[in-house]
């Protein structure tokens, strides 16, 4: 299933989802690692291959990307407000292609993006999750593309109705004006 090597980084996919079209992507280095492991596990799905070759971790709040993690920390829990910087001969294609890789990012964006971070990591420790069948206290173990594929993840979705965005969008559906109002006051 692995195909050929790919040559795509981890970080690639984050500084990808930073730089999404769209603002509604508030971005933590908690949250943008989740996104990174749900674009991992979208890929493996639809293309049969992964989508970067660097490892993804069970840490105690989720899944994360070493690389991404420290490329991101300075932000603490703060929104991530630029890309990293990658050395251009550390990345330059994946097995999948441009246009997949980027039909992937926004499929997670779409899916996952509403979600806040806390959100997200709850919705990352529900049964049936690669993260849950994995995860040792204080051991960093990783998680296997079979530990992915064996998971629920990538399958089932989140129900964006039940969440922090759909609440607000259910708000501004019904009161179009009102988060208009309160952003003026």
């Known amino acids: 299933m692995k195909g050929g090597k790919n040559h795509m980084l981890a970080l690639t996919i984050a500084n990808m989802l930073i730089s999404y079209p769209h603002t509604h992507l508030y971005l933590t280095n908690m949250k943008i690692n989740k996104l990174v492991y749900f674009a991992q ?46 050395d251009e001969h550390d990345q330059t294609d994946s097995s999948v292609g441009l246009q997949a890789v980027r039909n992937v990012v926004q499929r997670v964006a779409a899916l996952y993006g509403p979600l806040a971070a806390f959100e997200l990591v709850d919705y990352l420790h529900r049964d049936g999750s690669a993260w849950k069948a994995v995860y040792e206290s204080g051991k960093n173990k990783e998680i296997t593309e079979e530990a992915m594929l064996r998971s629920h993840d990538g399958i089932d979705h989140p129900d964006l109705r039940r969440t922090l965005a759909g609440g607000v969008r259910a708000v501004d559906e019904r009161f179009p004006n009102v988060l208009k109002l309160l952003e003026d006051s």
């Open 41 to 86: 596990v979208e890929c493996l799905r639809i293309h049969r291959h992964r989508l970067f070759d660097e490892p993804i971790q069970a840490w105690e709040c989720g899944p994360v990307a070493p690389s991404v993690y420290a490329a991101f920390k300075e932000y603490g829990p703060n929104r991530i407000t630029a890309p990293a910087i990658i």
